[in-house]
């Protein structure tokens, strides 16, 4: 998929750093946006079960506390963001878990187990 920006030219013709930052912004938010709305495939080791279980208990909770407490357990929180987007980096985990409904967070966590 290529992400297309577009931003109106300066009135001097040269490029302005506003205009610049807005673009570099635009495409890593399109990354972002991508790795949330489509996720990767993926199957986790059994391992992992313990962790996606907890998340399980825990998703209708706070996005930040829903991290917080698992991440303070020791839990594998690499598993879970596989689990959610299929991709081992990407933006802060509570955001991915803020921005997907509850439902489609446990269908994924489903899917990965």
Do not use: Y
Not at 17 to 45: H, N
Not at 79 to 85: I, K, N, Q
């Amino acid at each position: 998929m290529v992400s297309r920006v577009r931003f109106a030219p300066s009135p001097t013709g040269s490029l302005h750093l506003g205009s610049a930052l807005t673009a570099a912004a635009s495409r890593a938010f399109g990354d972002c946006t991508r790795q949330i709305l489509e996720p990767e495939p993926v199957t986790l080791a059994p391992e992992a079960r313990a962790t996606l279980e907890r998340f399980r208990e825990l998703s209708n909770g706070d996005a930040r506390a829903v991290v917080r407490e698992p991440k303070a357990a020791g839990a594998d929180l690499k598993a879970l963001r596989l689990a959610l987007t299929g991709r081992e980096r990407g933006p802060e985990l509570w955001t991915m878990i803020r921005a997907l409904s509850r439902g489609e967070a446990l269908r994924r966590i489903d899917a990965a187990l």
